[in-house]
């Protein structure tokens, strides 16, 4: 009989730009870092890692004590580059959800989710983003809210 648990992959957590700013910023979001924080805990303590996607920090570090704070946070998680198959793959889910560019970072995000799954998605927009991950097996979103 085969180990349950040594059959699952480590999960990976992917944080959108709410989970990223709150974890830099716990003192002005606290309710939701909490919830960032255990999860990551959590996730760590089961092997998993966390990672920022790239197109996330377009949305944190549009000012310079933002983009210090988040540069705390980014020496210690891994910032995942958005390349072809990712991006072709956000693609596709802003046409599936009949959606515009305006929702390209979210796609981005979950489309990163599904390239590193299992995943959860940290996130404080779980509507938006649920809706994009519906249809990416191995992909969760996790409101912080």
Do not use: F, K
Not at 64 to 72: F, I, K, M, T
Not at 92 to 120: E, K
Request: aromatic content about 0%; hydrophobic content about 50%; overall charge positive.
């Amino acid at each position: 009989m085969a180990n349950r648990e040594a059959a699952v992959s480590p999960v990976t957590a992917v944080l959108d730009s709410e989970a990223l700013s709150a974890v830099a910023a716990p003192h002005e979001r606290a309710v939701a870092a909490q919830r960032a924080q255990a999860v990551l805990t959590a996730v760590g303590r089961r092997g998993g890692r966390a990672v920022a996607p790239a197109p996330v920090l377009v949305e944190v570090s549009r000012t310079r004590g933002r983009a210090a704070a988040v540069g705390r946070v980014l020496g210690h998680l891994p910032v995942v580059d958005t390349d072809r198959r990712i991006a072709e793959r956000a693609g596709r889910l802003l046409g599936q959800h009949g959606l515009d560019s305006c929702h390209a970072v979210n796609a981005l995000v979950v489309a990163t989710a599904a390239s590193v799954q299992p995943a959860v998605v940290l996130t404080g927009d779980p509507d938006d983003l649920g809706r994009l991950a519906e249809g990416s097996p191995g992909v969760a979103v996790l409101p912080l809210a």
